[in-house]
């Protein structure tokens, strides 16, 4: 098992956020030192309390619900936060790092933390420490080392590393068996409201005049309008990076023979000039590297 986390002991809401996080009910009880049947005690305890499913199994995986999306986004940077004071207190951050990040809830759990185990497995001294929002970076007033961003990676006072290509499709459960693009016109779009212009640049590439951009149903972000596409509520713009596995398995399909490109406007980490950079920061930007090179 892997070391024995620096957190109290378990909890509903600690059991969720690990499994939500990892995608695993035997991954998080690794992580946190006990049995897949106790995380699965506290997870079905939390979702009882709160009166809502937070994790389905589809195909033989785990899914997050719109809930549980929406739940571990703002469950990741609180035990963050939580695992640093405890460390504070313990002192057991001597010869260790820390490297505080920030990420968009969206690309923080569909790309980022999935790939992870592999940054820890190389650097088990170093802390990774993972905050969730969408607000721009501002390094000036942020305890934090770095940050993943969304737009062009032209912002001053930072150097940036583009992440990710913006390739946007329009995806969809398989039973809702869509087609062709003027189908559209009487399917229920989902939106990001973190990516408003989506839908319009899509539909505008693709020609299509007589579809509504702006109809349908908009969520916080799009983390949670792919739950919505995977439950089969409508139709989603995807960036495709960040729904990779989706597509393999069958969850979501992409039936319509369009891509939109936005070159402009992706996901890049940045981080400030201008001051020293830490050992942890230049080890997981060379991680960064690496992966995005593959």
């Known amino acids: 098992m892997a070391r024995r986390d620096l957190l109290p002991p378990l909890n509903p809401a600690r059991a969720f956020e690990a499994t939500g996080r990892l995608l695993s009910v035997s991954k998080a009880a690794d992580e946190l030192c006990v049995t897949p049947a106790a995380v699965s005690r ?5 979702e009882s309390y709160l009166g809502t499913p937070l994790l389905l199994r589809t195909r033989g995986r785990l899914e997050l619900t719109p809930a549980g999306a929406r739940y571990l986004s703002d469950l990741i940077p609180l035990f963050a936060t939580l695992r640093e004071a405890t460390q504070a207190v313990s002192g057991s951050k001597v010869g260790r790092d820390t490297l505080r990040i920030r990420s968009p809830a969206t690309f923080a759990v569909r790309w ?31 305890d ?39 189908q559209l016109a009487t399917q229920t779009l989902l939106h990001s409201m973190a990516r408003p212009d989506d839908w319009m640049l899509w539909l505008r590439a693709a020609g299509l005049r007589n579809v509504n951009p702006a109809q349908g ?20 713009i995807a960036q495709k990076a960040l729904i990779e596995k989706e597509l393999a398995d069958g969850t ?21 000039t201008g001051k020293p950079q830490s050992r942890a920061l230049r080890l997981f930007r060379d991680w960064l590297v690496t992966l995005v090179a593959l």
Not at 42 to 46: M, P, T
Not at 113 to 120: D, E, G, Q
Not at 169 to 176: E, H, N, S
């Open 42 to 46: 506290q997870v079905r305890a939390l």
């Open 112 to 142: 980022l933390i999935p790939r992870l185990a592999s940054f820890h497995q190389k650097h088990k001294d170093i802390d990774v420490q993972v905050m969730t929002s969408f607000a721009p970076l501002d390094f000036q007033r942020e």
């Open 144 to 182: 934090i080392d770095a940050g993943i961003q969304l737009g062009d990676g032209r912002w001053p006072g930072m150097r940036t590393l583009q992440l990710v290509r913006n390739e946007l499709i329009a995806v969809v459960a398989p039973t809702l068996r869509l087609s062709q693009r003027k």
């Open 217 to 236: 149903m908009k969520y916080e972000t799009s983390l949670l309008a792919y739950q919505a596409a995977i439950e089969g509520h409508g139709v989603a």
């Open 252 to 272: 979501l399909v992409a039936p319509l023979d369009r891509m939109l490109d936005r070159e402009d406007y992706t996901y890049y980490f940045a981080w400030p």
